[in-house]
T-cell receptor, first 115, second 114 residues
């Protein structure tokens, strides 16, 4: 069974600085997707970024970028120029392409942004 | 686009009562997912549908839980009878089935069973 691990329960960052969130996963498959979701206090789950395992190039969305290390099964999220609105829980998620549409989530990392 | 719509947003009920949660997926999406989020267990997939057909319900806790999708624009998750341990935030998500699917989540229903 696939598992997703986020080893940092909480991270703190100064406004305008950079923070990196860790995520590792365990799978024997080679073709899959990885996601980062943001959950602000409103509880809404918002897609931040998506990475396809067969693409070597790391995905980027504005201030958000990932470092995808397939061999190491690592998928970290970097938030650059942190803003107060970035404060939220961040969840890493995995989906194996050929096994339906199930997402497996990590336990989450809370990001605190200090003004 | 209105996004995924869930109702009610908050529900407080007493143990033993029936609870029905509702979801309207994004128009054009043909996959629908029900998740439960608790402090203890995090985010868990309960069940998902493709083209209104349940594909995987292995996450449904027990017979007290049932989900239906009578048409492409509506789904329900029912708990009968409810128990205090069912207290959680329940999310509905939708997407377009396929290799590049991304799931879009609704705002969630916060359920408290007393």
């Amino acid at each position: 069974a696939q598992t997703v691990t986020q080893s940092q329960p909480e991270m703190s960052v100064q406004e305008a600085e950079t923070v990196t969130l860790s995520c590792t996963y365990d799978t024997s498959e080679s073709d899959y997707y990885l996601f980062w979701y943001k959950q602000p206090p409103s509880r809404q789950m918002i897609l931040v970024i998506r990475q396809e395992a067969y693409k070597q190039q790391n995905a980027t969305e504005n201030r958000f970028s990932v470092n995808f290390q397939k061999a190491a099964k690592s998928f970290s999220l970097k938030i650059s120029d942190s803003q107060l609105g970035d404060a939220a829980m961040y969840f890493c998620a995995y989906r194996f392409k050929a096994a339906g549409n199930k997402l497996t989530f990590g336990g989450g990392t809370r990001v605190l942004v200090k003004p | 686009d209105a996004g995924v719509i869930q109702s009610p947003r908050h529900e407080v009920t007493e143990m033993g009562q029936e609870v029905t949660l509702r979801c309207k997926p994004i128009s054009g999406h043909n996959s629908l997912f029900w998740y439960r989020q608790t402090m203890m267990r995090g985010l868990e997939l309960l069940i998902y549908f493709n083209n209104n057909v349940p594909i995987d319900d292995s996450g449904m806790p027990e017979d007290r839980f049932s989900a239906k999708m009578p048409n492409a624009s509506f789904s329900t998750l029912k708990i009968q009878p409810s128990e205090p341990r069912d207290s959680a935030v329940y999310f509905c998500a939708s997407g377009i089935a396929g290799a590049a699917e991304t799931q879009y989540f609704g705002p969630g229903t916060r359920l408290l069973v007393l």
